[in-house]
């Protein structure tokens, strides 16, 4: 399980606020002592994991961030993590081109917010946004990597933004999912997103490395509001394929079947 905001204050990230790195710095030591206290090195909050076969890397998109101003696009996560993210996804490429590569993260990649720039080289206007989406620099260094290795079977896996959706990402030549769980328990219905927030269906373009790519997103918004998401990877026919369902307290089992 990794820190959010909520250990915090809402939409923490660096800046100039009176108490803003005593906030991170409480909230980081409650992490390691009730989340985290059978971790023996209690070093970086970002760690990698194998579940039920499965590899996954479980990042820190919260308190590694770096400031962010008009003039500074800012990082949601900084440089060590982001190298040891996309170490681990040429490993995992390495052992099995076609199997599903978990990447777990309290921030949503995608789909952005509506009204954005249709460049990820543009950072006006993103200042407002608190996942992936505001921050544009790391939003293209992640997915131009991707796209420049080819890496395949890239599923991120989040849950901020009390709004349960299941996105298809084509970028490049390479086939990505975005799962975003709704929130457990979410009495307030001002505090929650609503599709309308998001770009359901868009292609944006961005640079990576002297190129231009293009990412091709398509969302679905199951009707779950209170609840949460299982994901059973499967083979058939030698394809890849996500058993999706989202668990609603007060909505119909929502299932959905999607090939990587």
């Known amino acids: 399980m990794m820190p959010d905001d909520h250990e915090m204050i809402d939409n923490w990230e660096p800046g100039f ?4 790195q005593q906030w991170k710095d409480e909230g980081l030591k409650a992490y ?4 985290r206290m059978d971790d023996p090195k209690k070093n970086d909050v970002y760690i990698t994991q194998t579940v039920c076969g499965f590899a996954l890397f479980m990042a ?12 500074i696009p800012g990082h949601i996560m900084g440089r060590e993590q982001l190298q040891a993210l ?13 199997a599903p590569k978990f990447v777990a993260c309290a921030a949503m990649v995608l789909p ?9 080289s543009a950072a006006s206007g993103c200042l407002s946004e608190d996942a992936w989406d505001g921050y544009p620099n790391s939003l293209a260094a992640l997915l131009g990597f991707i796209a420049e290795k080819e ?26 999912v975005s799962i975003h769980a709704p929130a457990l328990y979410a009495p307030f219905p001002f505090a929650n997103a609503k599709p309308s927030d998001f770009a359901n269906d868009e292609t944006f373009t961005f640079p990576y490395k002297n190129q231009s790519y293009a990412c091709t997103v398509s969302t679905q ?6 609840g949460f998401v299982t994901v059973r990877p499967f083979q058939k026919d030698a394809v890849w394929r996500l058993d999706i369902q989202m ?11 999607i090939n990587l």
């Not at 298809?168 to 030549?173: A, F, I, K, L």
């Not at 918004?221 to 209170?226: G, L, S, V, Y």
């Open 221 to 226: 918004f199951p009707p779950a509001e209170d």
């Open 17 to 20: 606020k009176t108490k803003n």
């Open 32 to 35: 390691w002592q009730y989340q």
């Open 151 to 176: 890496i395949s079977g890239v599923v991120f896996l989040s849950r901020d933004a009390h709004l349960g959706n299941v996105t298809e990402v084509t970028v490049g030549t390479v086939k990505l």
């Open 60 to 71: 820190d998109s919260r308190t590694d961030r770096t400031l962010r101003t008009a003039n």
């Open 86 to 98: 996309q170490a681990w996804l040429l490993t995992q490429q390495s052992k099995d081109a076609t």
């Open 247 to 257: 668990h609603g307290v007060k909505t119909p089992l929502w299932s959905q079947q």
């Open 112 to 120: 952005r917010h509506v009204g954005l720039p249709p460049t990820l």
